[in-house]
């Protein structure tokens, strides 16, 4: 039994060591866990952040349409106040046409009456004038018979027949006058006809004007009080815009606050990740320097896995360079073609198809190494991760988030864990990390990864991925 200077012996010593190396991997996980939340709350605050702004802008421009609509509104109300005054002088002006009309229309009615009467008393005249004309005529008659009787008297009718000549002459100038009288009062009759005829289309005419005024002024009456009612809702909607830009403009400073806030969080989330991630990177070296002591034999398995697969895949390449399978070149390419239509976008290069046909050989065993084992896959470099296990390697449908979980190959994870996987250079990588599956599901896996070198040059690197 070794006893070393701690007094432990080998059996504690690494009793010891397997704890250390859980703990660390254990305080590795914590920290990746509260790193991944961490970036999921750096994103919410930058989306809240740009939302701010957004709504920010969105409300001093909303301020100045306000007041560009204050404006407009204050130009309406003095618009509308203008044709109120001139509806309400209109109303007016229609009000006493109207009564004139009225005036016109009782005026033409008595005019109508009276020539009726008029026309009564012609009448009359007339029939008067007839029995005069009759009188005359009887007269005359009596005058010629006393005429003829004092002509036959001799000399003793002389002088009745003076009386008779008079009296004839009196009835045949009656009889004329009577004639004129009869006359004029035909043609005065025809006159007030012609003036009832008249008075009477006047009357129509005018009861229509009335009629027609009565409906201009109701029409007129009702357009007033809907330009009043206009006039009332342009003065609270004025009122109301008033307001609307008075609460905006105490409201942007409260955004302007709010969004100095977020920044401010945003900051100090982003200085807290910087700090997780020192940490994560020292909890990373604990694991490492823990399994490199000998402490959680629990990695070991994975580790001395994909270390042996790291020594096949160096083999394969060497063995094409000089069959001449692949060039130097083409292994070594760094130009990333996309993939037309691809959702996440999917890339390939030169050597694309060369490990197409190399890695699934080496890399689809491990799968099989512990049911733990979720995935085992190269990457170069830039984290060009060109062949994935065939699970991860389904072709593309129209789901991107499906894409994400089932359609991995040819994609570049140039994430922390695989750019450091790809770069590594020393024997082995121990990594604790979320894997990102899609749909905003993560899990919480380990990343063991061992240098790929071809030839003296380091290509990228083997990463075997388990669940804790």
């Known amino acids: ?84 005054a001139k509806l309400t002088t209109a109303s007016e002006k229609l009000t006493v046409t109207e009564e004139k009309a009225n005036h016109l229309v009782s005026w033409v009615q008595t005019i109508d009456q009276r020539a009726q009467n008029v026309q009564g008393t012609l009448d009359a005249v007339q029939n008067s004038n007839n029995q005069i004309a009759v009188i005359a005529a009887q007269v005359n008659m009596l005058a010629i018979n006393a005429k003829i009787e004092a002509a036959r008297a001799g000399e003793t009718g002389k002088g009745f027949a003076v009386v008779a000549d008079a009296i004839n002459e009196l009835s045949q100038r009656t009889g004329q006058a009577a ?51 206009i006039s009332n809702r342009n003065t609270l909607i004025a009122r109301d815009a008033e307001d609307a830009d008075k609460a905006l403009r105490e409201f942007l400073p409260n955004i302007a606050a709010i969004d100095r806030s977020v920044t401010a969080g945003i900051a100090g989330v982003q200085d807290a990740h910087k700090r997780i991630t020192r940490l994560v990177d020292t909890s990373e070296s604990l694991v490492q320097g823990s399994v490199a002591l000998g402490g959680s034999q629990g990695d070991a398995l994975f580790i001395d896995a994909v270390k042996a697969r790291c020594g096949e895949i160096r083999a394969a390449f060497e063995t094409a360079l000089r069959e001449g399978s692949v060039s130097i070149d083409e292994l070594f390419d760094t130009e990333y073609r996309p993939v037309p239509g691809s959702n996440p976008e999917q890339v390939v290069t030169r050597f694309t198809r060369f490990t197409d046909r190399v890695l699934p050989g080496i890399i689809e065993p491990a799968l099989d190494l512990d049911p733990r084992v979720v995935f085992c896959a190269a990457v170069d470099r830039n984290g060009y991760l060109p062949t994935h296990n065939r699970k991860f390697s389904q072709p593309q449908g129209t789901d991107p988030v499906w ?66």
Not at 55 to 68: D, F
Not at 182 to 187: C, D, I, L, S, Y
Not at 427 to 454: C, H, N, T, W
């Open 179 to 229: 004639e004129d009288i009869t006359g004029n009062v035909n043609a005065l009759i025809d006159w007030i006809s012609g003036l009832q005829s008249e008075s009477g289309s006047v009357s129509r005419r005018a009861q229509e004007m009335h009629e027609h005024g009565a409906e201009s002024g109701a029409a007129l009456t009702e357009a007033l009080q809907d330009m009043e009612a």
């Open 403 to 468: 894409n994400t979980a089932h359609c991995r190959n040819r994609r570049i994870f140039d994430d922390r864990v695989g750019l450091k996987a790809g770069r590594n250079a020393e024997p082995f990588l121990l990594q604790v990390y979320r894997r990102d599956m899609g749909g905003g599901e993560f899990v919480l896996m380990k990343d063991v990864s061992a240098p790929i070198f071809v030839d003296g040059r380091h290509w990228g690197g083997l990463r075997l991925a388990y669940r804790f």
């Open 1 to 84: 039994m070794h006893i070393d200077q701690t007094g432990f012996d080998d059996a504690r010593r690494n009793a010891i060591l397997n704890q250390v190396a859980q703990n660390a991997s254990a305080l590795g996980a914590e920290v990746v866990d509260i790193d991944g939340f961490l970036d999921a709350i750096a994103a919410q605050t930058t989306e809240q952040q740009q939302t701010l702004r957004q709504l920010r802008e969105g409300a001093g421009h909303v301020v100045q349409v306000n007041a560009s609509v204050m404006e407009t509104l204050a130009a309406m109300s003095q618009t509308i106040t203008q044709t109120l």
